[in-house]
């Protein structure tokens, strides 16, 4: 037997035995060469061949783990097939139930649509809001009001710029948070009674959103891995002549889907030959696991047709509630309903984000984040798949803090969440994502909250919660 062959087999037996336990981690490589004489590429040949033995992971500039046990590797969920039917929006109080229950600080997140707090540069940006306090000049009270503190929509528009897309500071509106943004975009191009286009499943606050301003929902087939079906996308467009389309390119919530760059293109051309809107929610964009930030839809668009939302909320700072909204055509009428709703965003916090952006630390707090999710990612796919039964299907998100999943049929989730939340855990359900209360298999898990040591156990629970409810 070939060296590292057996000292791969050495290293079995101890994780067999209880010496090494599950989440141990192993000695550094080079360590592990010093300690027993043997070349770093052994030991590295032994890691790699237990790696792929399932018995340990490599967690990027961390090290090597050990895992429970060989995870029984899950499906894909399918791409989603809803009908191609409008339908009318009353998802007003399934949704308030679910914000309600997250709200309470006992619960363990798993249906939040946060990332945990503690992952965020929280005192850089309480000095940032002391020392733009000190230094608040009462007119710029009016100076800042809508479309928003200049200085703030010239950073904003110069981190587009840095990733290649051509935002001007004149372009963008400064919202409460990208959901404000989003709701005025839809304000902006539609009136009651219209249809609008949606990803299936798609964000339950666009479900809302259409609701609030009476308007029809139609949902379209959608893939976890590459978004919103262009070819249904088409069809759904020519036969309900939709007064806008709203989706997310990237890491979309719930599903995680994030399209292709050549789809993203196809999609504004397709959008822009029928002369339809394009609402797009980039919320999650700036967390991308790969190497650059993928490009928005909005980098293709030429002639104003696309609406892009987005805001700090999910990467830096959701309780300032900064968002904005680069809405093309319809950038003039976004910013009076602005004006008409509620003046401006609030100035401080815009004041506080010009000086935590001036600063320089963002790059680095963001490089850190995008790190932390991709491996909180991998160990919470390791639970599901070590805790939930044969037949569950889960995606892989490239970004963002969400996991998709479809349990086997005959688990109806709204049942798990109410057995979860006896348990003080909170649960996304499927039918949250969907006007026609589809996905009733369907769960959006956020694992956006490592640091949480009542994640990983709370994942054994939903398993065993799973298991009675199957024997049911
Ligand atoms: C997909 C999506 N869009 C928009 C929002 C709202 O973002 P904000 O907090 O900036 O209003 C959220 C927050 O949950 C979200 O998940």
Not at 2 to 18: C, F, I, M, N, S
Not at 157 to 178: H, K, N, P, Q, W
Not at 279 to 295: F, N, Q, W
Request: charged share 25%.
């Amino acid at each position: 037997m070939t060296l590292y062959k057996r000292y791969a087999d050495e290293l079995a037996q101890l994780v067999a035995d209880g010496t090494l336990q599950v989440g141990e981690r192993l000695p550094s490589v080079r360590e592990a060469s010093r300690r027993r004489g043997l070349s770093e590429m052994t030991v590295l040949r032994a890691y790699h061949l237990l790696e792929a033995r399932g018995l340990i992971l490599a967690r990027p500039r961390s090290g090597y783990f050990v895992q429970a046990r060989p995870p029984r590797p899950l499906g894909r969920p399918p791409r989603s097939a809803p009908p191609p039917l409008a339908t009318a929006v009353d998802k007003g109080a399934q949704i308030h139930a679910l914000l309600a229950a997250i709200r309470q600080p006992h619960i363990v997140p798993l249906g939040s649509a946060f990332p945990s707090p503690r992952l965020l540069p929280l005192k850089a940006l309480h000095g940032a809001l002391n020392r733009s306090l000190r230094r608040l000049d009462p007119l710029r009270t009016v100076a800042d009001l809508s479309p928003g503190n200049p200085e703030l929509r010239r950073l904003i528009a110069l981190r587009y710029r840095g990733d290649g897309i051509a935002v001007d500071a004149d372009d963008l509106v400064i919202t409460d948070g990208a959901l404000e943004a989003l709701n005025l975009c839809l304000q902006a191009v539609t009136r009651p009674g219209d249809t609008v286009i949606l990803e299936s499943p798609t964000f339950y606050a666009a479900l809302q959103a259409l609701e609030r301003l009476h308007l029809k929902a139609v949902e379209v087939p959608t893939d976890p891995d590459t978004g919103i079906d262009l070819d249904a996308l088409d069809a759904a467009v020519r036969q309900h002549r939709p007064a806008a389309v709203w989706l997310m390119t990237s890491f979309q919530n719930p599903l995680g889907a994030t399209m292709p760059e050549a789809r993203r293109q196809a999609l504004v051309r397709l959008l822009a030959g029928h002369d339809v809107p394009l609402i797009e929610d980039d919320v999650y964009g700036e967390l991308y696991y790969g190497a650059t930030r993928p490009k928005p839809a909005k980098a293709f668009d030429s002639d104003g047709r696309v609406l892009h939302c987005a805001s700090f909320s999910k990467c830096l700072a959701p309780g300032y509630r900064i968002g904005w909204a680069a809405a093309g055509r319809w950038t003039a009428t976004v910013e009076r309903l602005k004006l008409g709703s509620s003046l401006s965003a609030a100035v401080p916090s815009q004041l506080a984000l010009v000086d935590y952006l001036s600063g320089g630390g963002y790059g680095r707090h963001l490089r850190k984040l995008r790190d932390t999710l991709s491996q909180a990612r991998d160990s919470v796919i390791d639970a599901v798949q070590q805790h939930f039964p044969a037949g569950t299907r889960i995606t892989r998100p490239e970004g963002g803090y969400f996991l998709w999943l479809e349990l086997p049929a005959g688990i109806d989730t709204r049942a798990l969440q109410q057995a979860a939340l006896a348990r003080d855990i909170s649960l996304a359900p499927g039918t949250l994502f969907s006007a026609r209360e589809d996905f009733r298999h369907g769960l959006r898990l956020n694992y956006g909250h490592p640091d949480d040591p009542r994640v990983l156990p709370a994942i054994a629970t939903l398993g065993a919660l799973i298991d009675g409810l199957a024997r049911r």
